[in-house]
């Protein structure tokens, strides 16, 4: 599979609003947001950009709390790059950074490589998964790849083996600034799933996580040996609100755009659960999420 329709072009556009790309459907507007339809393209604009100019990279938004000021510089989204999917002997796949996990899930669960099922609870790309070491049911994605190929700023793509990665939960140090834009997975035929287990590890989580609303899944990295959701119900957040933003009251380390929030919303909330736990049980908290961008008065002061 390497599905892309051939009327898909690449897209350039100016102060695209990425409230529009992000799962909590806030952010301010990117300079330049750049959508490539081919590997070629990105690495001919990646080459004609101005050296000074920032680059932001976006998958599916799904991990990403970008500030109402936006992004000055510019984002390349991955979502029109080709979708790259391939079975390589018996447990090899390779897959496009733009691919959405979930399609990689279920066309590894067709292949009878059941160990990729768990991507299936990653609602976000490929390339996403592997800048966060994203994991879901017990799988993490970085106890599989076996190399990735990666682009820089210049455009230059390289092969990297796995071992040029230092990898921790939901970390990943490796060679910067560089980007992926594939990766050859490795899953042993040594569990069977079906699409039937897809559907009840999906059912299973829906019952204990709030899905429907727009979020970024979990806010804080678990804290070792404990639940960063324990401590933040613990702490009494559960369903506090600020702006339009809440704490989950079915999951505590959800937060919610429950209604209008801004990303300052959210932001402030994040930092106020954070203090809160802080207070309660001695832990500081890290966040999960990325946040970037700048605020709203720093884009005013600016110009904007
Ligand atoms: C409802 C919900 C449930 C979730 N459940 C889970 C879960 O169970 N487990 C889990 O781990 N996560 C979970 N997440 C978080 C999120 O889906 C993952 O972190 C995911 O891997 C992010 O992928 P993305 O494509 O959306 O990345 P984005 O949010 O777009 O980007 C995240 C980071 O990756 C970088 N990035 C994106 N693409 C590339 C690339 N090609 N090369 C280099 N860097 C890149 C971005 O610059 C950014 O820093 C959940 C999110 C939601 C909304």
């Known amino acids: 599979m390497n599905a892309v329709a051939d009327d898909v072009k690449s897209t350039q556009l ?3 609003p990425l409230r529009k790309h992000t799962s909590w459907r806030v952010g301010g507007p990117a300079d330049v947001f750049y959508e490539p339809a081919s590997v070629e393209d990105l690495q001919r604009t990646l080459a004609e950009l101005p050296a000074d100019m920032p680059v932001h990279w976006l998958g599916l938004g799904s991990n990403l709390l970008v500030r ?9 989204a991955t979502g029109r790059l080709p979708r790259l999917l391939e079975k390589q002997g018996d447990a090899h796949v390779r897959a496009g950074a733009g691919l959405a996990c979930m399609l990689l899930a279920k066309q590894c669960v067709r292949w009878h490589l059941g160990p990729a099922a768990f991507f299936a609870g990653i609602p976000g790309t490929v390339g996403g998964a592997l800048a966060m070491n994203a994991g879901a049911f017990g799988g993490e994605t970085w106890n599989h790849v076996e190399a990735v190929e ?3 700023r210049r455009g230059e793509r390289r092969t ?19 980007w ?15 699409l039937a287990t897809i559907k009840a590890l999906l059912a299973k989580r829906n019952a204990s996580q709030p899905l429907g609303i727009p979020s970024c899944g979990s806010v804080f990295r678990n804290p070792p040996g404990d ?11 559960k369903g506090r609100r600020l702006g339009g933003a809440m704490v989950s009251d079915k999951h505590a380390n959800f ?7 801004s990303a300052a919303d959210i932001e402030t909330l994040i930092g106020e659960v954070r203090a809160a736990v802080e207070r ?9 999420v990325r946040i970037i961008g700048e605020p709203l008065d720093a884009a005013a002061k600016g110009g904007r």
Request: aromatic content about 8%.
């Open 227 to 237: 639940f960063a959701g324990r401590l933040i119900e613990q702490a009494g957040q």
């Open 150 to 152: 990666t682009i820089d």
């Open 160 to 178: 990297r083996a796995r071992g040029e990665y230092e990898i921790a939960y939901r970390t990943v140090r490796g060679p910067a600034p560089e």
């Open 255 to 261: 937060i919610l755009n429950a209604g209008k929030a």
């Open 68 to 76: 109402d000021g936006g992004i000055r510089g510019a984002v390349i």
């Open 14 to 16: 100016r102060n695209e």
């Open 280 to 288: 309660t049980s001695g832990v500081l908290l890290e966040p999960e």
């Open 180 to 194: 992926f834009l594939s990766a050859t997975f490795r899953f042993d035929r040594n569990t069977e799933s079906s």
